[in-house]
């Protein structure tokens, strides 16, 4: 089964969420609902009024209003077969989706030089790393890394970083 982006287990959601609030045009509460659910869904918790009500500070009618709009958004679907479900995908199935793709082969040429699976955190380095700096830039730090012997992440970063000191 061929996963969707957003399920990819070095995309952050939330660092994606934030930096398209404007675009989405989500309000800080809605935002925060939706990590929340998020957060239930990712760690498979069983969603409850009370317990959005209370971390939220937030009553029962706002918690509705809230559900809602994102709802009438096309951000969110309810679910109600076995049990309720709160399904975010129509969110990160936006016309945005797109902008936030890891070219694969980045991933995998990673993968290669650090002759070693990558941890989640290595991910959201990469990810980081295509979103801020060039494709080339970012090969030539991990050739150099691997030159060096430091197959890792932190010496990427802090290649990249020192060359734009330069």
């Given at each position: 089964?061929?996963?969707?982006?957003?399920?990819?287990?070095?995309?952050?959601?939330?660092?994606?969420?934030?930096?398209?609030?404007?675009?989405?045009?989500?309000?800080?509460?809605?935002?925060?609902?939706?990590?929340?659910?998020?957060?239930?869904?990712?760690?498979?918790?069983?969603?409850?009024?009370?317990?959005?009500?209370?971390?939220?500070?937030?009553?029962?009618?706002?918690?509705?209003?809230?559900?809602?709009?994102?709802?009438?958004?096309?951000?969110?679907?309810?679910?109600?077969?076995?049990?309720?479900?709160?399904?975010?995908?129509?969110?990160?199935?936006?016309?945005?989706?797109?902008?936030?793709?890891?070219?694969?082969?980045?991933?995998?040429?990673?993968?290669?030089?650090?002759?070693?699976?990558?941890?989640?955190?290595?991910?959201?380095?990469?990810?980081?790393?295509?979103?801020?700096?060039?494709?080339?830039?970012?090969?030539?730090?991990?050739?150099?890394?691997?030159?060096?012997n430091k197959p890792n992440t932190a010496y990427v970063e802090t290649i990249?970083?020192?060359?734009?000191?330069?």
């Amino acid at each position: 089964m061929i996963k969707k982006w957003y399920q990819l287990s070095y995309i952050n959601k939330r660092d994606w969420l934030l930096e398209n609030l404007e675009k989405l045009k989500i309000s800080s509460p809605e935002a925060i609902l939706i990590m929340l659910i998020d957060y239930y869904n990712s760690n498979n918790i069983k969603i409850s009024d009370e317990d959005i009500i209370r971390k939220m500070a937030i009553n029962q009618l706002k918690l509705n209003k809230l559900l809602e709009s994102l709802c009438v958004k096309g951000y969110l679907r309810i679910e109600t077969k076995r049990g309720l479900k709160f399904d975010l995908s129509p969110l990160y199935e936006t016309k945005f989706e797109a902008e936030h793709k890891v070219d694969k082969s980045i991933i995998e040429l990673f993968e290669s030089e650090f002759s070693k699976p990558l941890s989640r955190h290595d991910f959201e380095k990469i990810n980081e790393f295509v979103n801020n700096y060039p494709k080339n830039r970012i090969i030539k730090a991990l050739q150099l890394a691997i030159a060096y012997n430091k197959p890792n992440t932190a010496y990427v970063e802090t290649i990249l970083k020192n060359e734009l000191k330069k």
